[in-house]
């Protein structure tokens, strides 16, 4: 069975980075460099010295000497169709999709590392007492409910550093009001005004978790204060947030009032004029995209109605005493149960508002009408992306040219796996949507296209759409296959020797570890060019060209310069195909991984 294991990588100014070189890897370091250019036995010598008195030492570890060359810049000036999007999946989960903790620290975790495109499912909050309050203020219940889990054997250790946390934190006080509307068409709507209390603290706000699972929650607040936080701290670039909206109209209002004041500033003004080109990402450095579907004004109306009638029945059944028994038990039954069916609103007008360039629609049709709107994102499904592209592949690809699509994985990865990025990103998808909460072959394919960009990366030539407006604009037939050149790889690596690999994380023993290489090349299949069915339906696997090494043993291993030949593979497209290295070892019958992905094309000469 395949697990990850944890290595700790030191910071650039630790002198522990690299202590020495072992006898081997001066072995092949001199003949290397000897190939090239002769070391004198200075040069030479110098390489046993300490890193700290080591140029040379020095000169690898600096990211001069990295196997990878660096990015080129990257053009920032085409519609934001014209880009895949480094993107999370449920972001909020610090594990598992059924029973894992919620965290602010998973956003913050994922900005950090680069992701551009962010998912929160929002949910009705309910109005705390005052027993909940003090609940709620417990050690216990922020080690629950805003960090990632941890076994209760451990978490008596772990220091209280997020003591500052709460649901109540950020409540305001004094009442909140309602959004204007946008809209034309919806300004004869009357919304619900937020519902507030006199005690400020037990207002009901919106919650995120994942819905009908045993997921812990953290308020919708919390997230998008961390949102402000972090979102551009390492890049300028447009961040998109995907809401997924369970949430009555009434607590929609509240989430509307939270991301005005949260992101003032970030979010993205109103067109002066009707989109018919998607701006760039270069236009909209430091901007928050909210993504949301696009609001009924019919369904929007009766969906206040409901609203409203429902809370209005709360209310009274929340004022009975005991006194009133002339009441019916079977109207007091009923009530109850009407508020228990309560069906999940629409989208409000105020909220959809702020989907600016991104308004979700539902997919019904690669060729309904609102699969021209300009503004819209189709979100579907890994296993329903695959059927599409069985039944209208140049379709498919002709669509994802000009407009915005997002792919998720299937509801049934219960483990937090991941699909394979890349076939999704040869389909033309911006925005292919993964779980971060596991380090996987899918995670390590997304970090190679994303590596050393600041998360948007510019796609081939011949998946890029046309500048000109989209009333002008029709599907083409032009496909996959021809929309750019394929090229036939020959590839070949040498694989020398290592040192200091770690051992598993609470092993000691040398003896039983039997450390091996494994590269394998994640390139386009004939079918993904043809339309046939794919294999595996865009599941993660090895790559259809694989290499293996010998089984070594200890920490310190000689593979004796073993090559990895990969030799007239043909249909490469360099910015999509992907070399993934693995180490691998066997200790006491386990096996256990530790690796990384590069872009083909994207190594040093």
Known sequence: ?????????????????????????????????????????????????????????????????????????????????????????????????????????????VLLRGCRCIEIDVWDGEPKSDSDEAESRSNEEKKHRFRPHIPDSLSSRVPESISSHGPFKHFRKGSATTPPIATDATEDLVMPAPWTSTSTATRAEPRVLHGHTLTKEVPFRDVCMVIRDVAFVNSELPVIVSLEVHASAEQQEIMVEIMRSAWKGLLVPLPTSECTILPSPDSLRRKILVKVKAADPKKAAAAVSRDNNTTSSAYHCQSKTASSSSTSENEDTATSNDLKKKKKSSITPSLSALGIYTRAYHFSSLRAPEATIPTHVFAISEKKLM???????????????????RAYPSGMRIRSDNLDPSVFWRKGVQLVALNWQRFDEGIMLNEAMFTGSAGWVLKPKGYRGEHIPSSNRGLSTESQANAIAHKTLNLSIEVFAAQDIPLPIGDTRFEGFHPYVKCELHVEKPAERTGAPIEEGGKTK?????????????????????????????????????????LLYLSRLRCALSGFAEKEGGRRD
């Open 387 to 405: 059927e599409i592209h069985s039944s209208s592949g140049p379709t498919l690809f002709s669509h994802n040219r000009n407009f915005l699509m």
């Open 1 to 109: 069975m395949a697990t990850p294991i944890m290595v700790s990588v030191p910071s650039p100014n630790e002198s522990s980075t690299l202590q020495r070189l072992s006898p081997t890897i001066l072995s092949y370091m001199e003949t290397i460099c000897s190939g090239k250019r002769p070391l004198s036995p200075s040069q030479f010598a110098e390489l046993a010295q300490p890193p700290y008195d080591n140029k040379f030492l020095k000169y690898m570890s600096s990211p001069s000497s990295n196997a990878s060359a660096p990015t080129p810049p990257i053009d920032l000036n085409y519609p934001i169709s014209n880009y895949f999007v480094n993107s999370s999946h449920n972001t909020y989960l610090t594990g598992n999709q059924l029973y894992s903790q919620s965290s602010t620290d998973a956003y913050r975790n």
């Open 542 to 582: 090895e790559g259809e060209y694989k290499w293996r090494s010998r089984t070594m043993k200890g920490t310190e291993v000689d593979f004796g310069g073993e090559k990895v030949e990969f030799k007239d593979i043909p249909g490469v497209v360099d910015e999509l195909s992907f070399l993934r290295y693995v």
